[in-house]
């Protein structure tokens, strides 16, 4: 048999034997890169670094310093927990173990629910089998045989998993004497090369994510090449613990979610209305200086509206139970963008009156599942700040670039300076998931490059994670902790102008098809604010939080001038509170610190003598004593300028 053809990132080419590995090759370039090999990377695809090379290649010796390495070596941290739990608890079943972003989970079907107790313990096994040097053993099985041999060992969901994903022939992976599990891997060489891991949380999941099916324990963990990387992120860990927007949300009386309403659903007290209305007023300021016209439409519609659409058969699974009224079926509405599309059609359009901008701060509902509602980050009912934008192919990448700097400046004026991009794809139309012709998405995809190419913005193309009816622009902001959170898109679709036969007059005096753009900057409303609680821990800038200001008499003697001091700063627009409560100052001082009150005007005798006020800063501390004027001036101009330090 003929030497393979080996071809190295340098652009070398080696010819080495049959049944030559990865990690033979890597030894021959450098002892310390084979020590530091994760895994390979074998005609663009991940590869075991024991694994015969079977072809010609083009091989690249993956280490920690490459970002794919993590996934895999994450993904064999699960399979060394599953293998730690079989060797403590022999009876469970297995489910599936996969990497994540932030560590891996795996699922276990087991008669008694695990224990933070027996979390310890399944991660002091854990450690004990790491030590061993235990190989991930990958070895070829016909389907047949693998079900047979599968059934044997009472692993229903395995037996479940190889029916409807394996080939003819497929993969498993052993660890040690009990762990033996249905798995593509790739996977690390041994467990040596594991350095550091922590097990985090036990919670319920649905088998394959549907409450129909049964509820499994997850165990959730995290690994990292190294100590000092996984110190890191569990100190993040603690820091995002304090910053708990459903921690802070109730603290700070913002929001709740009542049992009696029902789940996903968020009820805005007082103080959160005030925060929400800024967020509201700015963005819709915003629209009409950007040249959006803004519209409203309903929450509820015909059935028949959704399956023009196209979401009644795409989306169905997500949008609330039809409701029987007297003329037809009507649906919650899940999006606000057939609403736009309607008002556009309502009348005829010229090329002049092109680009039409239509945007609304919309209330949509989708059906959540119970096990994945999440505070104010994943709920039921929403307001977007949604805006449709119908165009011409000559507008199109202007409009984009537009809506990339309108997401820019969102960013900016909240306070976050950094974020990241993404293009999202399709896959060429070969799993017909996608509508449309191959050349509106080329065109698609062409505008939202050029875009980001205009702009200086990098984007990382994400393949086939494109909507059914077109590609898209996902930017994500880096928190205070160094988070990331999707936030805005900027969504490119040639479908629904098809689906509902839009038109405009062109300038040749013929009918033509308007392209359409869908754009969100918020996201959603509920989701923004919470992110907005968990970056500013609470502590929101003045220009959005609910008080601005707190009045704190010191004695009761000063209550009547304290009253005049809240009109005062009340006539200038400034939201203030007095607190005359009865009680020493410092006590005062303190409440007003815990509800995150960005000033503190403290009165005594002194103060209403003069007509000032002791200025006190809820990070800054005592500012010292100033006019009431002089305090208003201040502060005014602090909300005017909307800062974020």
Same mark, same amino acid.
């Given at each position: 048999?003929?030497?393979?053809q ?28 084979a ?28 280490t ?12 064999s941290?699960?399979?060394? @927990?599953?293998?730690? %739990?079989?060797e ?12 994540i ?30 030590a ?6 990958r ?8 079900? =047979? ?17 394996a ?5 498993? $992976? ?8 249905? @798995?593509?891997?790739p ?36 690994? #990292? ?16 613990k304090?910053?708990?927007?459903? &921690?802070?949300? +109730? =603290?700070?009386?913002?929001f ?9 659903l968020?009820?805005f007290h007082p103080?959160?209305?005030?925060v929400?209305?800024?967020l509201?007023?700015?963005?819709r300021?915003?629209?009409? &200086? ?15 509206? #959704? ?23 009507? +649906?919650?509405?899940?999006?606000? @963008?057939?609403?736009? /599309? ?5 009348? +005829? ?15 949509? $509902? ?51 300076? =950094? ?21 509106d #998405? ?43 959170? +999707? ?29 359409m !753009?869908?754009?969100a ?5 509920e ?6 609680? =968990? ?21 009761d003697?000063?209550?009547? $001038?304290?009253?005049? !001091? ?30 995150? /009150? ?16 002791? /200025? ?11 006019? %009431?004027?002089?305090f208003?001036?201040? /502060?005014?101009a ?8």
């Amino acid at each position: 048999m003929s030497d393979i053809q080996v071809k190295l990132p340098d652009g070398s080419v080696q010819a080495v034997p049959p049944e030559t590995t990865p990690l033979d090759i890597a030894r021959k370039i450098s002892p310390r890169l084979a020590d530091a090999a994760i895994v390979a990377k074998v005609n663009s695809r991940l590869y075991d670094l024991k694994r015969p090379l079977e072809t010609d290649a083009n091989l690249q010796i993956l280490t920690p310093k490459d970002p794919e390495a993590l996934e895999v070596y994450r993904h064999s941290t699960a399979h060394l @927990c599953a293998a730690a %739990v079989l060797e403590l608890f022999p009876e469970t079943k297995l489910g599936i173990g996969p990497p994540i972003d932030t560590g891996f989970y795996y699922d276990f079907d087991r008669p008694e629910p695990f224990t933070p107790e027996d979390l310890e313990k399944i991660e002091a096994k854990m450690w004990e089998l790491q030590a061993k040097n235990l190989t991930y053993e990958r070895q070829l099985i016909p389907k047949s045989e693998g079900l =047979e041999k599968y059934r044997k060992m009472n692993e229903p969901m395995k037996v479940e998993l190889i029916q409807e994903r394996a080939d003819d022939i497929f993969s498993e $992976y052993t660890l040690g004497p009990h762990f033996i599990d249905f @798995c593509r891997g790739p996977h690390i060489p041994d467990t040596s090369k594991i350095k550091a891991f922590k097990l985090l949380s036990i919670a319920g999941a649905y088998w394959k994510g549907d409450e129909k099916n049964k509820q499994l324990q997850r165990i959730y963990g995290t690994a #990292w090449f190294t100590k000092k990387e996984l110190d890191e992120y569990l100190h993040k860990l603690e820091e995002a613990k304090k910053r708990d927007h459903r &921690k802070l949300g +109730q =603290e700070l009386d913002l929001f709740s979610i009542q049992e009696l309403a029902g789940p996903g659903l968020i009820f805005f007290h007082p103080k959160g209305g005030i925060v929400r209305k800024q967020l509201e007023d700015w963005m819709r300021e915003a629209y009409l &200086k950007r040249g959006y016209s803004l519209v409203y439409t309903p929450h509820v519609m015909r059935r028949e509206l #959704w399956k023009t659409s196209g979401h009644a058969g795409f989306y169905s699974e997500n949008m609330f139970t039809p409701m029987e009224l007297d003329d037809a079926e009507y +649906q919650l509405k899940p999006m606000n @963008c057939p609403g736009h /599309v309607l008002i556009y059609r309502d009348r +005829q359009h010229s090329y002049r009156d092109l680009p039409v901008r239509l945007g609304e701060l919309g209330t949509v $509902y989708r059906y959540e599942r119970s096990g994945t509602m999440h505070g104010l980050f994943r709920v039921r009912g929403f307001t977007q700040d949604d805006a449709h934008i119908f165009c011409t192919p000559e507008q199109i990448e202007d409009e984009i670039v537009k809506c990339l700097d309108f997401a820019a400046e969102t960013l900016k004026t909240f306070g976050f300076n =950094e974020y990241k991009a993404e293009i999202s794809t399709w896959d060429g139309g070969a799993s017909g998931k996608y509508e449309g012709k191959a050349a509106d #998405w080329e065109l698609a995809e062409g505008s939202l490059r050029k875009a980001c190419d205009k702009l200086g913005i990098h984007a990382t193309v994400i393949p086939d994670e494109a909507a059914f009816y077109g590609p898209k622009i996902d930017v994500k902001l880096v928190d205070a902790i160094g988070r990331l959170w +999707q936030l805005s898109t900027v969504q490119f679709d040639s479908l629904l102008p098809r689906r509902f036969e839009l038109e405009y007059i062109a300038e040749d005096g013929k009918k033509h098809r308007p392209l359409m !753009v869908h754009r969100a900057l918020f996201g959603s409303v509920e989701r923004f604010f919470g992110i907005l609680i =968990e970056h500013y821990a609470g502590a929101f800038p003045v220009w959005l939080a609910p008080v601005q200001a707190a009045v704190l008499p010191i004695t009761d003697k000063q209550a009547a $001038y304290a009253r005049e !001091v809240e009109e005062k700063l009340k006539a200038a627009g400034v939201r203030v509170a007095v607190d005359d409560r009865s009680e020493k100052v410092n006590l005062k001082i303190r409440d007003a610190q815990l509800q995150k /009150v960005p000033y503190m005007l403290v009165v005594g005798g002194r103060e209403a003598d003069a007509g000032q006020v002791a /200025v006190r800063h809820r990070k800054r501390g005592d500012l010292g004593p100033t006019s %009431v004027e002089e305090f208003i001036r201040a /502060v005014t101009a602090e909300i005017a300028a909307k800062l974020t330090d």
